[in-house]
Nanobody, 113 residues
Framework: QVQLVESGGGLVYPGGSLRLSCAASGSSFSTSAMGWYRQAPGKERELVARISRRDATAYGASVKGRFTISRDNRKNMVYLEMNSLKPEDTAVYYC???????WGQGTLVTVSS
């Protein structure tokens, strides 16, 4: 059974940056697309970014140009670099492995002054 563990969340000022990491167990990581989703209080979970097994990327409209997703198949890691953070980016961020329909437990990002 795959396990996804996110880290790197925290409190940051508007305009600041954070880097989220997701460590995946299991042997199917390199053959699966990976994604970052987020869910803000009272809102539905939404796609933030996705990276295919061949490193093609896609982003939600609200984060395009500010966030960057990447992966390291040797380490079974996926990352989300978040820059120019806004208060509306505040949410729990989840790592997702498409091939296994598996979710991490989430990491909280709070953008506030």
């Amino acid at each position: 059974q795959v396990q996804l563990v996110e880290s790197g969340g925290g409190l940051v000022y508007p305009g600041g940056s954070l880097r989220l990491s997701c460590a995946a167990s299991g042997s199917s990581f390199s053959t699966s697309a990976m994604g970052w989703y987020r869910q803000a209080p009272g809102k539905e979970r939404e796609l933030v970014a996705r990276i295919s097994r061949r490193d093609a990327t896609a982003y939600g409209a609200s984060v395009k140009g500010r966030f960057t997703i990447s992966r390291d198949n040797r380490k079974n890691m996926v990352y989300l670099e978040m820059n120019s953070l806004k208060p509306e980016d505040t949410a729990v961020y989840y790592c997702y492995q498409e091939a296994l329909d598996a979710w991490g437990q989430g990491t909280l990002v709070t953008v506030s002054s």
